[in-house]
């Protein structure tokens, strides 16, 4: 059942805007980008992707910065963070075996049609079926045309939605890795020695961004389906949703509807 209520709201907090159409190699193709019309379920999927990607990695550039980190943790004794990588890098390693790049499946999860033929399953194999049509073009391409969509979707969630998506360790994490790329061009230019500055923020990003477990019960890509199917029950019975239907915009747009009523009640 509708709920004629948060339909409104919803309409009066989104904004029309056409999705991009673009040529992939031979193929016209239709991508989602824009929370007003990116199915939550799509968007929640996109996003588990690139959870696991950041995790576990799925290429030998994320191979090699995984052992990176793995040394650091055994140059500190942090033999239960060095125990986390390991498993994570055992995962990547099979994943790069198995010609399987997270990102890329990602992006497929983005894509609403092909030469006019909507693409509807969401599934792993699904989506490895869909990304065979593009397997000829470049991984920068397709890197590229992720990062972009990406970046947009990034900003829409931060503009509307800033209590929710405006994370203040991310910002750090990104000031901190900026200062470094600083060290590290007046290391080049000017053959200056940048060595303690680099190892420190080097110590703070490894204590920033604990390794997270992806196997067993405890594993993050569980957890976080878990929390995606407690918010969607709790829509459902709030509001009598169908989540299916509903875009990245209105999901969100109904918790803040949720969140205003209940300041309203002084609950």
């Known amino acids: 059942m509708d709920c004629p209520i948060i339909s409104d709201f919803c309409k009066s907090n989104s904004k029309t805007i056409n999705m991009k159409t673009i040529d992939i190699g031979k193929h016209k193709v239709e991508i989602y980008d824009s929370i007003d019309e990116l ?29 990176n980190r793995i040394l650091r943790y055994v140059d500190k004794s942090d033999k239960a963070n060095a125990k986390i990588e390991l498993d994570n890098l055992r995962q990547g390693l099979y994943l790069v075996t198995q010609e399987t790049n997270l990102k890329h499946l990602a992006f497929m999860v983005l894509i609403k ?10 599934s792993d194999e699904g989506l490895r079926s869909v990304q065979k049509l593009f397997e000829n073009q470049t991984l920068n391409f397709l890197d590229r045309l992720l ?19 405006d994370d203040a360790a991310i910002k ?18 000017r ?23 992806f196997s067993g019960k405890e594993s ?39 969140k205003k009523q209940r300041r309203k009640n002084g609950r």
Do not use: W
């Open 39 to 67: 199915p939550v379920k799509g968007f929640h999927k996109f996003n588990k992707y690139l959870l696991v990607d950041a995790g576990v990695g799925s290429d030998l550039n994320d191979i090699n910065e995984k052992i």
């Open 113 to 122: 049609s092909i030469d006019g033929k909507e693409q509807t399953d969401l």
């Open 147 to 165: 990062q972009s969509v990406k970046k947009k979707i990034d900003t829409e969630l931060n503009l509307y939605f800033p209590g929710q998506f």
């Open 172 to 189: 750090e994490y990104h000031d901190k890795l900026r200062s470094r790329i600083l060290f590290q061009l007046d290391t080049i230019i």
């Open 191 to 213: 053959n200056a020695d940048h060595k303690q500055e680099i190892d420190q923020i080097d110590d703070f990003l490894l204590t920033l961004a604990k390794p997270k477990v």
């Open 220 to 258: 993050t890509e569980i957890k976080y389906d878990r929390q995606f199917e407690d918010m969607c029950l709790f829509l459902s019975h709030e509001l009598s949703l169908d989540i299916d239907k509903l875009s990245v915009l209105q999901f969100y747009n109904s918790f803040e509807y949720i």
